[in-house]
């Protein structure tokens, strides 16, 4: 049971590069979230999607933009790499009752702007 | 908007003994849910135990407890028989109910030692 599937593990850009975050999980949940985790800090949530075709802003979206497509996979963009977000970032789901709920987590995808 | 206070940016204890994590919330609603998650090394998120704020009774699992003080906006967790194993970043992060958001701490490292 592979859960929440994050690739890559990690990545180097360039600033103004761009690239694309996978996530998919194959438990039919219908809640997904991305989190970025900065050092010494706790996770901040930047998208959440609570079913396919529908995604919402967190609490620190600008830089980044989401789709929704499957209920399987939750792709995070970065349009143009800048190096304050260099950072990890996770992925998660849950099930249809939503964030109250436990939320399974990827490995997480750390990421350096340079 | 809610935070999660976590005061306590490291601690350690000793293999077998009980270490107490702390952490405060503010929120000015009654309907809501605490989680602890853990996070080892290998940096995946790991749900260790869930209270619902309607329900006096604390959370237990296994080795894992919580002091849940409503009135204090206190959630407290205890870990006993502390075992090597339990080495990580300790998050306490709270999910206002109804909302599709769930806010983090900064998290205790929590080094157990032989």
């Known amino acids: 049971n592979a859960g929440v599937t994050q690739t890559p593990k990690f990545r180097i850009l360039k600033i103004g590069q761009s690239m694309t975050l996978q996530c998919t999980q194959d438990m039919n949940h219908n809640y997904m979230y991305w989190y970025r985790q900065d050092p010494g800090m706790g996770l901040k949530l930047i998208y959440y999607?609570?079913?396919?075709?529908?995604?919402d802003k967190g609490e620190v979206p600008n830089g980044y933009n989401v789709s929704r497509s499957t209920t399987e996979d939750f792709p995070l963009r970065l349009e143009l790499a800048a190096p304050s977000q260099t950072s990890v970032y996770f992925c998660?789901?849950?099930?249809?009752?939503?964030?109250?709920?436990?939320?399974?987590f990827g490995d997480g995808t750390r990421l350096s702007i340079l | 908007a809610q935070t999660v206070t976590q005061s306590q940016p490291e601690m350690s204890v000793q293999e077998a003994e009980t270490v107490t994590l702390s952490c405060t919330y503010d929120?000015?609603?009654?309907?809501?849910?605490l989680f602890w998650y853990k996070q080892p090394p290998s940096r995946q998120m790991i749900l260790v135990i869930r209270?619902?704020?309607?329900?006096?009774q604390n959370a237990t699992e296994n080795r894992f407890s919580v002091n849940f003080q409503k009135a204090a906006k206190s959630f407290s967790l205890k870990i006993s028989d502390s075992q090597l194993g339990d080495t990580a970043m300790y998050f306490c992060a709270f999910n206002q109910g109804g909302s599709e958001k769930l806010v983090f701490g900064k998290g205790t490292k929590l080094t157990v030692n032989p």
């Open positions: 929120t000015s609603e009654s309907n809501y849910y």
């Open positions: 999607s609570v079913g396919a075709g529908i995604t």
């Open positions: 209270q619902e704020a309607y329900k006096q």
């Open positions: 998660a789901s849950n099930s249809d009752r939503g964030p109250n709920q436990p939320q399974h």
